[in-house]
């Protein structure tokens, strides 16, 4: 039971990290179409930027995470305006987007190992101290993220039911060109988009570097294949399925290792696993879990 | 007349042919290029890294002086020193092309990790003319990789490393106690495991588990209730870097299962920056081991290197073998005659002790080139020790230490010094 409990709560801490990063990839995806490649490096300098603001300008962490978030949000949207829009209106395809973001992410990370050096870095927080919890030992830094990951989930669900510029993003995404018609700011979605994806991205790699007590400036691209894999697997382009999707990755990993499981998988196979799990998912379900299928005309 | 003009040019070219051969073959007057490949930036390996260029560049400088001051001629220049970052496989691969295609090297001098090493070998087994000397990779998977006898290494294999290990486990534990092992999941950490248990067992010890980990994993806590599952174990070895070891170790220290005293690890963790990287709070009463320099007059050694590199030295156990590679690829240079893969090789052995040959150290290098460049086989005995390189390109012995740190200082055991 200790076991159980102990690797469900490590598979929920990372699973709502991979469900925050996870959000900003499938919101994007929804409206502009654009898979981005950069998203794993916003982590990166979310978690840096809050390092540096916390240990060098001695900010209170909280600022530091908060003026990192809106770090994040300014370069989304600088890049928006100097590349992503200028992109769209000559109408550049699938591929180019692609290339692009790839570079835009080479660009970040080595911008990152330039400004803050190669060396890997860590919070001043409390690793050690935990909660036992029916024999299972919760970690308070752990314990510290998922409440503030599900509060940020919560908030961020709501949002995009509830307000009009949430409507409006889904609205868009359903049908952009009827959302158009329709007399929605496209400008004001697409710049809502951004915000949200830059602001939770550096959130994700705070919440990555808490929960790992340390992190290198590769730290992004280590994560980034599971966080797309999240992405695929909650249906790419639903904002809700990215945060399901998350969870569902982050335990069935953790729980993949359990002795009950027919003696448990090594734990290097956790990988394997999750993308295991995406292809039979996607064997079954192509659209995602919360895909719908395209009717025929 | 036309036919005298004829015999006085076949004449010529005889005797040009007479007096070439019975020059040595060095009398080509070799221009020797050498490239290092290091994690110069890379963080956890940067002191690593960055002792080790400077180290190997200190070995260049005194080769290219011993042959002005020994009349020989041709010359030993460091073309280009690359910096692999962590030694990701893409960095290395491509600095190892960019050093035989742009720099045309002779030789390259690195990297720091089994797995950038290999990577290299792999490039230059498909090449042509160019050698690498690994100077800190000590994966048994070098010793069997097929590359063409184009990959050396000065440091011992981790089969040597296992027996250290062993020998310091079970004087601390017994030889029947019972171990969980662990291991980074890489060619370095897989490699040295496997060795260590077989050792181990064969030894009479019990092994508890084995645990592996991703060194880029989101979540360390698995990894950390794995090694402590089951009956109560008497020690831990764990084989990692500090990078991933900073992550796995909060989480071993949260299992409240784990003590860091009765953990045994690698060379990887002899250094101050390891520490920091990890956490001095993690580490304390950890113990291990590491190869050391078994050559002349390291102390000399180092106190030269420091006056020539003040800077770049942050003054790390392995950098005499970075020295080793350096001079052994020039001298070899010397000796191969030609600049093709195979005789550089011979070279290599020729210069290594393979064959015999007058024992010069260190500082004798005036005289190692001279008689290298007359075409005598020589044994040099450097700051890290004698090579006599075997078939695979490994050396053919090794001194490791044990070391343990206490309050972030580290502490070495001589009595418990072994050498093969």
């Given at each position: 039971?200790?076991?159980?409990?102990?690797?469900?709560?490590?598979?929920?801490?990372?699973?709502?990290?991979?469900?925050?990063?996870?959000?900003?990839?499938?919101?994007?995806?929804?409206?502009?179409?654009?898979?981005?490649?950069?998203?794993?490096?916003?982590?990166?300098?979310?978690?840096?930027?809050?390092?540096?603001?916390?240990?060098?300008?001695?900010?209170?962490?909280?600022?530091?995470?908060?003026?990192?978030?809106?770090?994040?949000?300014?370069?989304?949207?600088?890049?928006?305006?100097?590349?992503?829009?200028?992109?769209?209106?000559?109408?550049?395809?699938?591929?180019?987007?692609?290339?692009?973001?790839?570079?835009?992410?080479?660009?970040?990370?080595?911008?990152?190992?330039?400004?803050?050096?190669?060396?890997?870095?860590?919070?001043?927080?409390?690793?050690?101290?935990?909660?036992?919890?029916?024999?299972?030992?919760?970690?308070?830094?752990?314990?510290?993220?998922?409440?503030?990951?599900?509060?940020?989930?919560?908030?961020?669900?709501?949002?995009?039911?509830?307000?009009?510029?949430?409507?409006?993003?889904?609205?868009?995404?359903?049908?952009?060109?009827?959302?158009?018609?329709?007399?929605?700011?496209?400008?004001?979605?697409?710049?809502?988009?951004?915000?949200?994806?830059?602001?939770?991205?550096?959130?994700?790699?705070?919440?990555?570097?808490?929960?790992?007590?340390?992190?290198?400036?590769?730290?992004?691209?280590?994560?980034?294949?599971?966080?797309?894999?999240?992405?695929?697997?909650?249906?790419?382009?639903?904002?809700?399925?990215?945060?399901?999707?998350?969870?569902?990755?982050?335990?069935?990993?953790?729980?993949?290792?359990?002795?009950?499981?027919?003696?448990?998988?090594?734990?290097?196979?956790?990988?394997?696993?999750?993308?295991?799990?995406?292809?039979i998912v996607l064997l079954f379900k192509p659209e995602g879990i919360f895909g719908v299928?395209?009717?025929?005309? | 007349?036309?036919?005298?003009?004829?015999?006085?040019?076949?004449?010529?070219?005889?005797?040009?042919?007479?007096?070439?051969?019975?020059?040595?073959?060095?009398?080509?007057?070799?221009?020797?290029?050498?490239?290092?490949?290091?994690?110069?930036?890379?963080?956890?390996?940067?002191?690593?890294?960055?002792?080790?260029?400077?180290?190997?560049?200190?070995?260049?400088?005194?080769?290219?002086?011993?042959?002005?001051?020994?009349?020989?001629?041709?010359?030993?220049?460091?073309?280009?020193?690359?910096?692999?970052?962590?030694?990701?496989?893409?960095?290395?691969?491509?600095?190892?092309?960019?050093?035989?295609?742009?720099?045309?090297?002779?030789?390259?001098?690195?990297?720091?990790?089994?797995?950038?090493?290999?990577?290299?070998?792999?490039?230059?087994?498909?090449?042509?003319?160019?050698?690498?000397?690994?100077?800190?990779?000590?994966?048994?998977?070098?010793?069997?990789?097929?590359?063409?006898?184009?990959?050396?290494?000065?440091?011992?294999?981790?089969?040597?490393?296992?027996?250290?290990?062993?020998?310091?486990?079970?004087?601390?534990?017994?030889?029947?106690?019972?171990?969980?092992?662990?291991?980074?999941?890489?060619?370095?950490?897989?490699?040295?495991?496997?060795?260590?248990?077989?050792?181990?067992?064969?030894?009479?010890?019990?092994?508890?588990?084995?645990?592996?980990?991703?060194?880029?994993?989101?979540?360390?806590?698995?990894?950390?209730?794995?090694?402590?599952?089951?009956?109560?174990?008497?020690?831990?070895?764990?084989?990692?870097?500090?990078?991933?070891?900073?992550?796995?170790?909060?989480?071993?220290?949260?299992?409240?299962?784990?003590?860091?005293?009765?953990?045994?690890?690698?060379?990887?963790?002899?250094?101050?920056?390891?520490?920091?990287?990890?956490?001095?709070?993690?580490?304390?009463?950890?113990?291990?081991?590491?190869?050391?320099?078994?050559?002349?007059?390291?102390?000399?050694?180092?106190?030269?290197?420091?006056?020539?590199?003040?800077?770049n030295n942050p003054g790390t156990f392995v950098d005499g073998s970075g020295f080793d590679?350096?001079?052994?690829?020039?001298?070899?240079?010397?000796?191969?005659?030609?600049?093709?893969?195979?005789?550089?090789?011979?070279?290599?052995?020729?210069?290594?002790?393979?064959?015999?040959?007058?024992?010069?150290?260190?500082?004798?290098?005036?005289?190692?080139?001279?008689?290298?460049?007359?075409?005598?086989?020589?044994?040099?005995?450097?700051?890290?020790?004698?090579?006599?390189?075997?078939?695979?390109?490994?050396?053919?012995?090794?001194?490791?230490?044990?070391?343990?740190?206490?309050?972030?200082?580290?502490?070495?055991?001589?009595?418990?010094?072994?050498?093969?």
């Open positions: 039971m200790a076991e159980f409990v102990q690797l469900l709560f490590n598979g929920l801490v990372a699973g709502s990290i991979f469900g925050i990063a996870a959000l900003g990839i499938s919101l994007v995806y929804s409206v502009l179409r654009l898979v981005n490649f950069a998203a794993g490096d916003f982590l990166t300098l979310g978690a840096f930027t809050t390092f540096f603001l916390a240990t060098s300008i001695h900010l209170p962490f909280i600022v530091a995470v908060l003026l990192s978030m809106l770090l994040g949000v300014v370069i989304s949207l600088i890049l928006e305006f100097l590349l992503w829009r200028k992109l769209r209106r000559t109408g550049a395809g699938l591929l180019a987007l692609f290339l692009v973001a790839t570079g835009v992410a080479f660009v970040l990370r080595q911008t990152i190992s330039l400004i803050f050096g190669g060396n890997s870095q860590k919070f001043d927080i409390d690793q050690i101290k935990t909660f036992e919890f029916l024999g299972a030992q919760i970690a308070q830094a752990q314990l510290a993220v998922l409440c503030c990951a599900s509060v940020a989930i919560t908030f961020i669900a709501l949002f995009i039911k509830k307000s009009t510029i949430g409507k409006n993003m889904r609205a868009y995404a359903d049908n952009p060109s009827l959302a158009s018609v329709s007399g929605i700011n496209v400008d004001r979605v697409i710049i809502a988009t951004w915000t949200i994806s830059g602001a939770f991205g550096a959130l994700a790699g705070v919440f990555q570097g808490t929960v790992q007590g340390q992190f290198t400036n590769g730290m992004g691209l280590d994560l980034f294949l599971s966080i797309l894999a999240a992405v695929i697997l909650g249906t790419i382009g639903d904002a809700y399925g990215a945060l399901i999707g998350g969870f569902v990755l982050g335990v069935v990993m953790e729980l993949s290792t359990w002795d009950a499981l027919l003696g448990g998988i090594p734990s290097t196979y956790k990988p394997v696993v999750a993308f295991a799990v995406l292809v299928k395209a009717r025929k005309v | 007349m036309k036919r005298n003009k004829v015999f006085g040019l076949a004449a010529a070219i005889a005797a040009s042919t007479l007096l070439v051969s019975t020059l040595p073959a060095s009398a080509a007057s070799p221009d020797i290029r050498i490239g290092s490949i290091q994690p110069i930036s890379g963080s956890g390996f940067a002191a690593y890294g960055v002792g080790l260029t400077s180290a190997a560049a200190f070995g260049v400088t005194l080769v290219q002086e011993a042959m002005t001051a020994a009349g020989v001629g041709g010359s030993c220049k460091m073309i280009a020193q690359e910096d692999s970052g962590a030694d990701a496989p893409s960095i290395v691969t491509e600095a190892a092309t960019k050093l035989i295609k742009s720099d045309k090297v002779n030789f390259i001098i690195g990297s720091l990790t089994s797995g950038a090493s290999l990577a290299i070998g792999a490039i230059t087994a498909s090449a042509s003319g160019v050698i690498v000397i690994a100077s800190a990779a000590s994966s048994p998977a070098l010793t069997t990789f097929k590359d063409r006898d184009t990959l050396f290494r000065t440091y011992p294999s981790d089969l040597l490393q296992a027996v250290a290990l062993v020998n310091a486990v079970s004087k601390a534990y017994g030889r029947t106690a019972w171990v969980t092992v662990g291991a980074i999941n890489n060619s370095f950490g897989a490699g040295l495991a496997k060795a260590f248990k077989r050792a181990w067992i064969k030894n009479g010890g019990h092994i508890r588990g084995t645990v592996y980990w991703n060194a880029g994993a989101a979540s360390y806590d698995s990894e950390a209730a794995a090694l402590v599952k089951g009956k109560k174990r008497d020690a831990f070895v764990l084989i990692d870097y500090p990078d991933s070891f900073a992550k796995l170790a909060p989480a071993l220290t949260r299992t409240k299962k784990w003590d860091p005293a009765t953990t045994f690890m690698t060379e990887a963790f002899n250094s101050a920056s390891a520490i920091k990287t990890v956490g001095a709070e993690f580490m304390n009463g950890i113990r291990g081991t590491s190869a050391k320099t078994n050559g002349t007059d390291p102390a000399a050694w180092k106190t030269a290197f420091t006056k020539a590199y003040p800077k590679a350096a001079v052994l690829a020039c001298l070899a240079g010397i000796s191969a005659g030609s600049m093709t893969s195979r005789a550089l090789a011979k070279g290599l052995r020729n210069v290594g002790g393979v064959n015999g040959g007058t024992a010069y150290s260190w500082n004798q290098l005036t005289a190692a080139v001279k008689d290298v460049a007359a075409g005598k086989p020589v044994t040099y005995n450097g700051v890290w020790g004698y090579t006599k390189f075997d078939k695979a390109g490994d050396p053919s012995g090794g001194a490791f230490e044990v070391w343990s740190i206490n309050d972030g200082v580290i502490s070495k055991d001589p009595t418990q010094d072994i050498k093969f």
